[in-house]
């Protein structure tokens, strides 16, 4: 239990890096406007997650660390790809009269590409206090722990290896959960 908890408290702080980091990102590069689309997008994201659970329930006898092992790499890998992704998107609001198509559809997939870390993270933690309900005070103790963190560790990090730098390690600390989860000794 004392992995799965230091997992779900990974998967919390690097989940609120990536949104505080896109929140920053997006206030100086677009507008401040469209930073607050960070933060609803994440909680659709989560709440999608949750429809998805509750569509397709995990079966009671099921072991879920194959499937939150798979499910933190696979949150590791979309917040690595979020970076050339977005880089590649010809993102400007301003072309919307001039190019309205082009524009709605780069606003469609950067919405899509910032959708899958945040429902993977979603459902990482939802599959975690569905299975272990028994212990969800101290599951969501550890929840809470390293969202707190999340946001207190932006503050000092921001200026020393700055936005992508941050995004990087949201990506690793991903993968360290993904090895909280498994099995595996190795």
Known sequence: MRRLSFGVLLIA???????LMLTRAFDVTLTPNLSYFVISL???????????AT?????????????LVGC????????????????ALPLDYTHLGKEPVRTLLSFGALYFTLLVPFFLAGYILIAIFSKYAAKIQRLYFW????????????IP?????????LIVCAAALGLVAAALFSDSRA
């Open 13 to 19: 702080l690097s989940t609120l890096v990536l949104e």
């Open 42 to 52: 994440a909680v659709f994201s989560f709440g999608l997650a949750s429809i998805f």
């Open 55 to 67: 569509v397709r329930p995990i079966p009671v006898e099921e072991d879920i660390r194959g499937r």
């Open 72 to 87: 933190s790499v696979g949150f590791a890998g979309a917040v690595l790809l979020l970076h050339p992704i977005i880089n």
């Open 143 to 154: 929840d809470l722990v390293g969202a707190g963190l999340g946001t207190v560790l932006v």
């Open 157 to 165: 990090f921001i200026l020393q290896i700055g936005p992508g730098g």
